[in-house]
């Protein structure tokens, strides 16, 4: 009868105790690294802010992570000596490598430290507006307004012009209008200032702005600055410039056109000949 000495010498003998040690030692860690990752970002983003509390613990958790592995490797018998033999090799090789995700990595960590915007900001760059959903090591990542998920590399991000849409609590709305030439300016912003005290959403500090652009080749330009609150800034646009079109109808305001208007008329002298002109051409020309 094989006791249990022999089946714990047998295992010993045969790797299996080390590879069961390994895998706990992952399995176990991943766990208390998962826990401590998000009870880390519970309890700091209150002092530190939600962004730098989830990129502080990313860097806390892969270290972790490279930690456990470490451990693991070495509970099968996987020696780190030879290493040090092939490190200047691996260093150039990991250098190559990862020259990206190093300059990501540093990006993001520009990033944290600059706070452009935050997670739950609405920004737009070049050629993306979405929300910001997380600001990882490597990456920013956003959900844009149809719903597409959309990543974009740190490194990219700090290069980027950014408008972060979400940062104060008020925005401010420019109509453009283009009106006909025969448009009374003064009539004009009386009305459309009368338009802006009666919307609801208007605010009254700041003030809304009448403002004259200039000339175009078919009319009067003209912008109406108004502000409103950040949260009802998409269904203000809407409701305002129905307003604007409906006010202006009533008042008998015409939008500029690019038609033409050819005029018909007797022509001047000199233009074209007379018909008697061509006549007395034709009689006094030799046959």
Not at 155 to 174: C, G, K, N, P, S
Not at 182 to 188: F, N, V
Not at 247 to 254: E, I, N, Q, T, V
Request: aromatic fraction near 12%; glycine fraction near 8%.
């Amino acid at each position: 009868m094989i006791e249990w000495r022999d089946w714990v010498e047998f295992l010993a003998t045969n790797h299996v105790f080390p590879v069961l040690k390994a895998l706990g030692i992952l399995i176990v860690g991943w766990v208390i690294g998962r826990a401590t990752r998000q009870g880390f970002k519970r309890a700091m983003s209150s002092y530190i802010g939600e962004t730098r509390a989830h990129v502080f613990a990313g860097f806390g958790y892969y270290f972790f992570l490279g930690l456990l592995w470490f451990l693991a490797l070495n509970q099968i018998g996987f020696k780190f000596t030879f290493l040090i033999g092939a490190a200047g090799i691996l260093t150039v090789t990991l250098g190559f490598a990862a020259r990206a995700a190093v300059a990501n990595l540093v990006a993001g960590l520009f990033l944290v430290a600059e706070r452009p915007f935050n997670i739950g900001d609405t920004i737009q760059t070049d050629k993306t507006t979405g929300e910001v959903l997380a600001i990882d090591l490597v990456a920013v990542k956003l959900r844009t307004q149809d719903n597409l998920h959309v990543r974009i590399p740190n490194d990219v991000m700090l290069r980027a012009q950014v408008t972060t849409l979400t940062r104060y609590e008020i925005r401010r709305f420019d109509l453009d209008l283009q009106l006909d030439f025969d448009t009374d300016l003064t009539r004009l912003k009386e009305v459309l200032l009368e338009v802006s005290e009666t919307q609801a959403t208007t605010l009254e500090e700041p003030r809304p702005l009448f403002k004259f652009v200039g000339f175009s080749d078919i009319g009067i330009r003209v912008q109406i600055c108004t502000w409103t609150a950040r949260d009802k800034f998409l269904t203000y646009k809407v409701t305002f410039a129905t307003a604007v079109k409906k006010a202006l109808d009533k008042h008998g305001f015409r939008f500029a056109t690019s038609d033409r208007v050819l005029r018909l008329g007797p022509a001047e002298s000199g233009d074209t000949p007379s018909a008697s002109g061509a006549s007395s051409a034709e009689k006094e020309s030799p046959v």
